[in-house]
T-cell receptor, first 113, second 112 residues
């Protein structure tokens, strides 16, 4: 059974600070996704990482994938209040060709002024 | 506007009363999927469809049915809902793996 673990699950940080969210998974995969969910809203795609060493950046967020370590990171640079949300990583096991997605529990991020 | 729509958005029902949650996308996506979201458990995949008439089970298919008769629609059917199916349900679509999935607004279901 594929396990996807995110940590921390809750993160409270000050504006302007940097931090990293970690996503570990237990099976072979080269397809990892990051999503954002605002309270009471749906999920919004942030990044699609499709190979070992992939790095994607959008604004203050940067995601990377290390398939050998089975680890993805979501790095937040100089956080602002608008980044407050829950962030999910999701992994597609290699043998499913991406059709099956297993999500982590989510990291609830609160950015304080 | 490209979107995934779900109906109803909110539903309160009683145990055993059959219900259908509709999902429709206007992006000509081949892949569609249903998830449920529960506190502390993240999202779990219920069923997915790679194309018309092609569906397969996700991680938690028990108590649910789906059909894919048209490319744009992927309804979720609960033949005999039970309280443990109280949850927030999301439909999603994509061009096909490994493309990102686009999520609908969600359907909050309460079964009493």
């Amino acid at each position: 059974e594929l396990k996807v673990e995110q940590n921390p699950l809750f993160l409270s940080m000050q504006e302007g600070k940097n931090y990293t969210i970690y996503c570990n998974y237990s099976t072979t995969s080269d397809r990892l996704y990051w999503y954002r969910q605002d309270p009471g809203k749906s999920l919004e795609s942030l990044f699609v990482l499709l190979s070992n060493g992939a790095v994607k950046q959008e604004g203050r967020l940067m995601a990377s994938l290390d398939t050998k370590a089975r680890l993805s990171t979501l790095h937040i640079t100089a956080a602002v209040h608008d980044l407050s949300a829950t962030y999910f990583c999701a992994v597609a096991p290699y043998e499913t060709s991406g059709s099956r997605l297993t999500f982590g529990e989510g990291t609830q991020l609160t950015v304080n002024p | 506007e490209a979107q995934v729509t779900q109906n109803p958005r909110y539903l309160i029902t009683v145990t055993g009363k059959k219900l259908t949650v509709t999902c429709s996308q206007n992006m000509n996506h081949e892949y569609m999927s249903w998830y449920r979201q529960d506190p502390g458990l993240g999202l779990r995949q219920i069923y997915y469809s790679m194309n018309v008439e092609v569906t397969d089970k996700g991680d938690v298919p028990e108590g649910y049915k789906v059909s894919r008769k048209e490319k744009r629609n992927f309804p979720l059917i609960l033949e005999s809902p039970s309280p443990n199916q109280t949850s927030l349900y999301f439909c999603a679509s994509s061009l096909g793996p490994p493309a990102e999935q686009y999520f609908g607004p969600g359907t909050r279901l309460t079964v009493t």
